[in-house]
Antibody, heavy 112, light 110 residues
Framework: EVQLVESGGDLVQPGGSLRLSCAASGFTFSGCWMNWVRQAPGKGLEWVANIKQDGSEKYYVDSVRGRFSISRDNAENSLYFQMNSLRVEDTAVYYC?????WGQGTLVTVSS | QAVVTQEPSLTVSPGGTVTLTCGSSTGAVTSGHYPYWFQQKPGQAPTTLIYDTSNKHSWTPARFSGSLLGGKAALTLSGAQPEDEADYYCLLSYSGDREVFGGGTKLTVL
């Protein structure tokens, strides 16, 4: 069964940090560009970052560049998202997505 | 950054046909934007319906199809079912492998 399972979402204060993880199974993870996509409460989808199959290329939306970092471990079939200097506006459900598969999402809440 | 536009809302009758579109502020949408279409039902994660303009997955109902139409990407639903009521998002790829979602279309089957 194809699965993407995110974890790591939590309530954090502004300026804090979180690390999200996404565990993949049931498909060739190493063959896929992988993405982080977020959805603020009641809003639409927003693409946030992606990473090439071998990790050699990474791209970010302007609002998170310099604060967030995407990485992957193909040996562990895992995707990661290091989120630093978090802001209230980063509050959202974060989904990992690749090769047309989606995880169920993990909620990040930034609030004092 | 490019802006991707979709109809905010559309209504279709059961059994009817509706076309959702996806435009780009940079000009015509082409196959080089690798258009994707996603469906999201309330409280659920999105699912991928169409990739690379018109390709379907094994789980994509046959009544959905993707195309390029009048300089936009298009998603056509032929023979709408009540379970097709959902939000639909398109995604376009721009140079530098940056991706931009449209604002979404809320489709009502009524």
């Amino acid at each position: 069964e194809v699965q993407l399972v995110e974890s790591g979402g939590d309530l954090v204060q502004p300026g804090g940090s979180l690390r999200l993880s996404c565990a993949a199974s049931g498909f060739t993870f190493s063959g896929c560009w992988m993405n982080w996509v977020r959805q603020a409460p009641g809003k639409g989808l927003e693409w946030v970052a992606n990473i090439k199959q071998d990790g050699s290329e990474k791209y970010y939306v302007d609002s998170v560049r310099g604060r967030f970092s995407i990485s992957r471990d193909n040996a562990e079939n895992s995707l990661y998202f290091q989120m630093n200097s978090l802001r209230v506006e980063d509050t959202a459900v974060y989904y990992c997505m690749g090769c047309s598969r989606w995880g169920q999402g993990t909620l990040v809440t930034v609030s004092s | 950054q490019a802006v991707v536009t979709q109809e905010p809302s559309l209504t279709v009758s059961p059994g009817g046909t509706v076309t959702l579109t996806c435009g780009s502020s940079t000009g015509a949408v082409t196959s080089g934007h690798y258009p994707y279409w996603f469906q999201q039902k309330p409280g659920q994660a999105p699912t991928t319906l169409i990739y690379d303009t018109s390709n379907k997955h094994s789980w994509t109902p046959a009544r959905f199809s993707g195309s390029l139409l009048g300089g936009k990407a298009a998603l056509t639903l032929s023979g709408a079912q009540p379970e097709d009521e959902a939000d639909y998002y398109c995604l376009l790829s721009y140079s530098g492998d940056r991706e931009v979602f449209g604002g979404g279309t809320k489709l009502t089957v009524l």
